[in-house]
């Protein structure tokens, strides 16, 4: 099952542990302990994007335009991750 994920991160592509749970036919909790399993062997590292507001850009011109910003985990694979798959 590990061995899927990698394969799946090294196909690309974003997935919501949600669809990935899914996809593999097992709960979304097994999902996210795989994820950190593979995270604490260094098969895979965290990329953390953010989505911030550019306010200048909005129409309306106000700051309460931005409710918040997303914040996204990503993951990628570490060389070891790529060499594994």
Do not use: F, P
């Not at 995270?39 to 011109?61: A, N, R, W």
């Not at 335009?65 to 914040?71: D, H, P, R, T, V």
């Amino acid at each position: 099952m590990l061995m899927k994920i990698l394969k799946r991160l090294k196909d690309g592509g974003i997935y919501s542990n949600k669809a990935m749970a899914r996809e593999l036919g097992v709960e979304e909790a097994v999902i996210e302990q795989m994820i950190l399993q593979l995270q604490q062997l260094k098969y895979i590292e965290k990329d953390v994007m953010t989505s911030d507001c550019d306010c200048g850009s909005c129409s309306s011109k106000k700051k309460s335009c931005c409710k918040s910003n997303a914040k996204i985990d990503l993951w990628r694979l570490t060389e070891k991750g790529k060499r594994a798959v």
